[in-house]
Nanobody, 129 residues
Framework: QVQLVESGGGLVQAGGSLRLSCAVS????????MGWFRQAPGKEREFVAAISWSGGSTHYVDSVKGRFTISRDNAKNTVYLQMNSLKPEDTAVYYC??????????????????????WGQGTQVTVSS
């Protein structure tokens, strides 16, 4: 079965950095986009970043542009989220997900969580001031 496992979360001070990893097993999604979402306590889950496994195209929510970088290593079936200049408002549980066939970096559905088919369990990121 398909499994996504996030790791790398933790506690960091504002201005610090963390690198999240998402290891995918059970299937290779070479033609599917991969995404990162996050959910803060009491808030709706929101889109953070996405990357195409078929190419180097990426897309980010405006609030993280210039600070976060999504990348991939297809040989390891792993997607990463490098988070720099972290802010307290970045505190959330971060989830990785496999996009459905309709999800593309240039698609209007790239930020739509219901268009993603598989999800990990999440990893906690806490940014203190």
């Amino acid at each position: 079965q398909v499994q996504l496992v996030e790791s790398g979360g933790g506690l960091v001070q504002a201005g610090g950095s963390l690198r999240l990893s998402c290891a995918v097993s059970g299937r290779t999604f070479s033609s599917r986009a991969m995404g990162w979402f996050r959910q803060a306590p009491g808030k709706e889950r929101e889109f953070v970043a996405a990357i195409s496994w078929s190419g180097g195209s990426t897309h980010y929510v405006d609030s993280v542009k210039g600070r976060f970088t999504i990348s991939r290593d297809n040989a390891k079936n792993t997607v990463y989220l490098q988070m720099n200049s972290l802010k307290p408002e970045d505190t959330a549980v971060y989830y990785c997900a496999v996009g459905g066939s309709a999800v593309g970096i240039t698609s209007p559905f790239v930020e739509t969580q219901t268009k993603y088919e598989y999800w990990g369990q999440g990893t906690q990121v806490t940014v203190s001031s």
